[in-house]
């Protein structure tokens, strides 16, 4: 199902959104439930299938939006242990990216879905689409050859000040 809605929020695809809007809402109504607010400021991991061009166009010092669910662990080796599976998925081309999210104590943008997730062991945490983050850092992580993307999630993406609506989207 999260495949489904991947594809749709990405395609921008009208029709499947709104076949989909029901469970969507009621995904981001658990997201953004209070009880999942993290307890404290978290560090997180996520591999990326963006292209060079993609992350060529991601600037240090800019904001952005992210343009999807975006799904993240909390232990590092996590990331490592998904992308091999990751790369057979993508026909064996490899990645070349990963991202490294701080995510402030009470963000109402991420939560933890350990406990209801099928990866329990990689201590997920989801954000909404549509999250607003500021690019910390570019960096070539030499232990694994990836380029390590550093972003700050913005504990609330809906204060227009700090995160107006039409900040670029970022693919995560």
Same mark, same amino acid.
Request: a negative charge; aromatic letters at 6%.
């Given at each position: 199902?999260?495949?489904?809605? *991947? ?51 991601? *600037? ?16 590092? &080796? ?7 599976? *990751? ?21 109402? *943008?991420?939560?933890?879905? &350990? ?24 960096? !070539? ?23 107006? !609506? ?7």
């Amino acid at each position: 199902m999260c495949r489904l809605v *991947q594809r749709a929020i990405l395609a921008d695809d009208e029709e499947a959104l709104e076949r989909l809007m029901p469970y969507i809402k009621c995904l981001n109504a658990f997201i953004l439930d209070e009880k999942g607010l993290l307890a404290r400021k978290t560090v997180t991991h996520r591999t990326s299938r963006m292209t060079k061009a993609q992350a060529d166009s991601i *600037q240090v010092g800019d904001k952005y939006r992210l343009g999807m669910y975006v799904a993240t662990a909390t232990r590092r &080796s996590a990331v490592d242990e998904l992308r091999e599976w *990751q790369e057979g998925e993508m026909a064996g081309r490899e990645l070349k990216y990963t991202w490294v999210f701080t995510i402030p104590k009470g963000c109402r *943008q991420a939560t933890k879905i &350990s406990s209801v997730s099928h990866y329990a062991k990689e201590h997920e945490v989801l954000l909404v689409p549509f999250s607003a983050i500021l690019v910390t850092g570019k960096t !070539l992580n030499r232990d694994s050859g990836m380029v390590e993307i550093s972003a700050d999630v913005l504990e609330d993406s809906n204060v227009l000040e700090d995160s107006p !609506l039409d900040l670029p989207t970022a693919p995560a």
